[in-house]
Structures are given as structure tokens and as C-alpha cells.
């Protein structure tokens, strides 16, 4: 079957190439890990000899630093997808429910940037919609560094918050629904071709709730490719040459997981595990009253501390479905063979 236009017929070569990195991105660590081990077999033989109880406390709380290092980069491991060493396009979705799950969708954003702050990612907002009251009807950012893709894939899905209305006089528990999607940044060394002739470009004045973030001049870009119907915009730049860059690379990505989703035939499964933006679709609810507890559908993994979680304490529910994938995938194998 002949390739689509728009994909590299060198994939084989570049996959060869994400992998080298891939393996090398391990093979640092695991080197200075090396390297720190050595230091404190040495650092714990003069503690001994000198009989330096100060020293062997400070041994003890480097070997616990060191097993939190191992543990971190063991999970690494087990990221072997092509993608997963990528930085990352992460999109926000408010859904049924408006002023409710627009201001839900905002408090999901500022969750995932806090996430990315505390992992030491650089974020930057590529395009939002304000909702009409509060809140925000969709938003992008790319979140930049390494492993980005690798843990945030395992957000796809719809998120559903239960709490006490700040919009209700009468303060009654509504319930809001909102989606996250998330598609890898591919490097330069993966090329997505795209022909002008597929490409549909509209230039508009960016919006915003006012002020500086609203924009004079018609410097907004949105892209859709006419064969797939994927639309990508950014209004986030003033430039509106700096805007039709990001919005092409955004589009490349979106094209890029397109077409490996559907080869592997995944992207019917991602879908439906996302399904509608309503009941019977979350993969994590985030209960605010009448009690409190985030609790993830697919792990059962559940805490008591939503606080904690929507200001971006999010790497144990990550990791934990993740780890739950690989399990999967690991019994499948297991009992195919």
C-alpha cells in the first residue's frame, strides 16, 4: 500500500535514530548513578575508619537519594515507546456543562502547568478560547523537555470534577466534564511532509478577556489539512509569521500521531477510551464534596488530598497507569505465547 504524502519514507532510519537516543538518554544516568555509588563506598569507608557518626547519617540519606533516583529511571525503562522521549502538545477541552466545565477546563490547565513546573518543563500557551463567564473552552501548550510525551499520554481521556458551585446562588454540587489530549512533539529528525495544495490558512484577530492579550491586528493563524480534517490554530504570538510556524509544527505533530496511531491500529482505541466529553467515558474523577478524593477508574489509585493533585502532584497517577499498561501488555504476550 503506497504511503500518504505527507509521511517520511525514511521511518525506518529515524526510528533507528529516536532509538539510539533513546538509549543513550539511559545510559548517562545509569553512568552518574555509577559514578555517585562509588563515591559513597569510599564516603562509607572513612566513616567507619573515623567512626564519624555525622558522615554515616549523611551516607544513609544519599543511598535513599540514590534508590529515589533508581526507581525514577527504572521507570524509564519501561517508556520504550518511539514517541515517549518527546516534549508535547497537551490540549484542554471544556464539555458539556458551560460556565461549569469552562472554569473545570481552566483548573485542569493550570494543574498540568503546575505538573510541568514542578518537573522542570518549560510550558508555553499556544492558543486558548476564553469561556463566555469564566473559565476557558479549549486550550494548548506545548510542554518542552525530556519524557514530556512518555508521562503525559497516560492523561488522554475525560476528567469529571464533582464539588459545590461557585456559579450556583443556591451552592448545589454540579458536576463538570472536560477532555485532555496529547499528541508528541516529533524532532527534525522525523519529517512530515506537507504539501501547500493540502493546507487551508485563515488569518484572524486573536481573542482574549481583554487587555494586552487581545490583538489588533489580524496576526492568529488557523491550519486545517484538507485530507484528514485536522485543525490546529495559535494566537498566541503577536508575529503573525512566529504563529504560522508554531501552527505548522503543531500540525506536524498532530499528522505525525495520526498516521502511527492508525497503522498500529491504536487510534479507534484512544478514542474510545476518550469517547465523549460525559458520563460513563472519565478515566479520573476529582471529588471536592460531599468528601474529598481523587480517585483514577483505570488503576483504582486514589488519594484523599485533591489540593495536592490540581496544583500538579500528578506523577503517581501517571506512573501508576502506566505501569499498569506495561502489565497488561506484558500477560497478553505471556499467554499468546
Not at 474523577?285 to 502532584?313: A, E, F, I, N
Amino acid at each position: 500500500m503506497r504511503q500518504p504524502d505527507f509521511w517520511s519514507n525514511r521511518e525506518g532510519a529515524q526510528n533507528v535514530v529516536r532509538r539510539v537516543k533513546f538509549v543513550r538518554s539511559l545510559i548517562g544516568p545509569v553512568q552518574e548513578l555509577a559514578r555517585e555509588v562509588e563515591d559513597l563506598v569510599v564516603l562509607e569507608e572513612l566513616a567507619e575508619q573515623e567512626e564519624d557518626e555525622q558522615t554515616r547519617q549523611e551516607v544513609a540519606a544519599r543511598v535513599a537519594d540514590l534508590g529515589a533516583k533508581l526507581g525514577r529511571l527504572q521507570f524509564k525503562t519501561m517508556l520504550s515507546g518511539p514517541e515517549d522521549p518527546s516534549s508535547a502538545f497537551l490540549s484542554v477541552h471544556a464539555g458539556a456543562g458551560g460556565t461549569e466545565s469552562c472554569d473545570w477546563a481552566a483548573m485542569l490547565l493550570r494543574m498540568y502547568l503546575r505538573w510541568a513546573e514542578r518537573e522542570g518543563y518549560q510550558t508555553d500557551i499556544v492558543d486558548t478560547h476564553s469561556g463566555e463567564e469564566a473559565g476557558i473552552r479549549s486550550a494548548t501548550v506545548h510542554i518542552q523537555g525530556d519524557w514530556a510525551y512518555g508521562y503525559l499520554k497516560s492523561e488522554i481521556g475525560v476528567h469529571r470534577l464533582v464539588r459545590i458551585s461557585p456559579f450556583d446562588a443556591s451552592a448545589r454540587r454540579h458536576t463538570s466534564f472536560a477532555a485532555v489530549d496529547v499528541v508528541p512533539d516529533i524532532e527534525d529528525d522525523i519529517q512530515v511532509k506537507l504539501k501547500e495544495s493540502e493546507i487551508e490558512m485563515e488569518f484572524f484577530r486573536s481573542s482574549g478577556p481583554g487587555g494586552q492579550h487581545v490583538n489588533k491586528t489580524s496576526s492568529a493563524v488557523r491550519l486545517r489539512h484538507i485530507p484528514t480534517g485536522i485543525v490546529v490554530q495559535c494566537q498566541n504570538e503577536r508575529s503573525q509569521h512566529k504563529n504560522r510556524a508554531i501552527a505548522l509544527k503543531l500540525l506536524q505533530a498532530k499528522l505525525y500521531q495520526h498516521e502511527r496511531q492508525k497503522r498500529e491500529k491504536e487510534l479507534e482505541k484512544l478514542y474510545d477510551e476518550k469517547g465523549e466529553i460525559a458520563w460513563g467515558y472519565q478515566i479520573r474523577s476529582y471529588v471536592l464534596q460531599p468528601y474529598q478524593m481523587v480517585k483514577d477508574l483505570r488503576t483504582d489509585l486514589k488519594t484523599g488530598d485533591p489540593g495536592s493533585v490540581l496544583d500538579g502532584d500528578l506523577t503517581p497517577f501517571m506512573e501508576a497507569y502506566l505501569r499498569s499498561r506495561l502489565e497488561q501488555k506484558t500477560a497478553a504476550r505471556t499467554s499468546a505465547e
